[in-house]
């Protein structure tokens, strides 16, 4: 049937925008979390990407909104049934060109890419060390001191403050609360002292900690 040539043509374009946005979604959403994805990924080689990922934390419900929008693109693409061309007559009601049909399975894969990278931060966070023990035995003499901690983006940023406290000799204890954007340290005074912990915080990158008055 040459007829059909043209309707093919117009159903192959809209297979390959559907697969454009798919992509498109899936790297909005990598974007939404790369408050914990990006500093997990170049830890791998090495590197440190908390700045960035903190500078990106800020656009994510932008990164978010154009993820659902891509992905309602995706899906309006991959199942909209393709016009009647005039010249044809009307739709025979043949089944769906195979472009299209192998274009739903991966719009799935893709939903669900999407999913998991925008729940990452949240993902994270549930399995988050948000307390641990340190070198040092409590006494009667432990203090605690609490530090308000700017520059987390998601409860994944937990474990690596609470990771560099513990490793801090003279701490009994850590944990931080992300909520309250603070974190706490047990210690004993006689081996280190409250600013020393705001500087080994501070020095990770993308954070800034002062002491909290009591």
């Known amino acids: 049937m040459p007829k059909s040539a043209p309707l093919e043509k117009q159903v192959t374009t809209k297979s390959a925008a ?62 909209r049934k393709p016009k009647a061309v005039a010249s044809e007559g009307d ?9 299209r049909r192998a274009g739903r399975p991966m719009l799935w894969v893709a939903t669900l890419a999407v999913f998991f990278f925008a729940s990452y931060p949240y993902i994270a966070g549930a399995f988050a060390q948000t307390e641990k ?12 001191v609490r530090l308000n901690v700017e520059g987390m983006t998601c409860e994944g940023c937990a474990t690596k403050i609470v990771t560099a ?15 309250e954007k603070s974190a706490f340290a047990t210690y004993d005074p006689e081996q280190v002292k409250p600013q020393a912990l705001v500087t080994i915080v501070s020095a990770l990158e993308g954070y800034t900690a002062t002491v909290v008055a009591p």
């Open 165 to 179: 406290l513990t490793q801090t000799h003279g701490v009994v204890t850590a944990s931080v609360d992300f909520s």
């Open 133 to 144: 023990n340190g070198d040092t035995a409590l006494t009667a003499a432990s203090k605690q």
């Open 18 to 79: 559907a697969k454009a946005t798919m992509a498109g979604a899936i790297f909005a959403a990598i974007a939404a979390s790369a408050c914990c994805v990006l500093p997990a990924v170049l830890a791998l080689v090495g590197v440190s990407g908390l700045g960035a990922a903190a500078a990106l934390e800020a656009y994510r419900p932008l990164f978010l909104g154009v993820t659902a929008l891509l992905l309602g693109g995706g899906f309006y693409l991959a199942y």
């Open 91 to 99: 739709a025979c009601g043949c089944p769906a060109p195979r472009t």
